[in-house]
Nanobody
Framework: QVQLVESGGGLVQPGGSLRLSCAVSGFTLEHYAIGWFRQAPGKEREGISC????????IYSDSMQGQFAISRDNAKSTVYLQLYTLQPEDTGVYYCATPGLDYECNVKMYYWGQGTQVTVSS
């Protein structure tokens, strides 16, 4: 059973940082691309970035340019999203997802986690 579980969200002050984790189970991470997405209150979900099975990084939008770093640790079955200089407009639910075995980042995501809440507020 394919599962993705996000963690690491929480309340952070403006200018702060967080590291989000996406722990996967039910499949071997090294063969899968993993993407990160977010949904702000009242807005549509938007893509942030994706890392392929060969560590090629795709940036989906410019909205968080320079504010994040994506990485993967196949041995730990985990993909990370390090967030920097967070602002109130970065508040939302952050999701990880995968398009499935051997698919790349430009393919529609098929499996999704349930998300982790990030709140940026003083």
């Amino acid at each position: 059973q394919v599962q993705l579980v996000e963690s690491g969200g929480g309340l952070v002050q403006p200018g702060g940082s967080l590291r989000l984790s996406c722990a996967v189970s039910g499949f071997t991470l090294e063969h899968y691309a993993i993407g990160w997405f977010r949904q702000a209150p009242g807005k549509e979900r938007e893509g942030i970035s994706c890392i392929s099975s060969s560590d090629v990084i795709t940036i989906y939008s410019d909205s968080m340019q320079g504010q994040f770093a994506i990485s993967r640790d196949n041995a730990k079955s985990t993909v990370y999203l390090q967030l920097y200089t967070l602002q109130p407009e970065d508040t939302g639910v952050y999701y990880c997802a995968t398009p499935g075995l051997d698919y790349e980042c430009n393919v529609k995501m098929y499996y999704w986690g349930q998300g982790t809440q990030v709140t940026v507020s003083s």
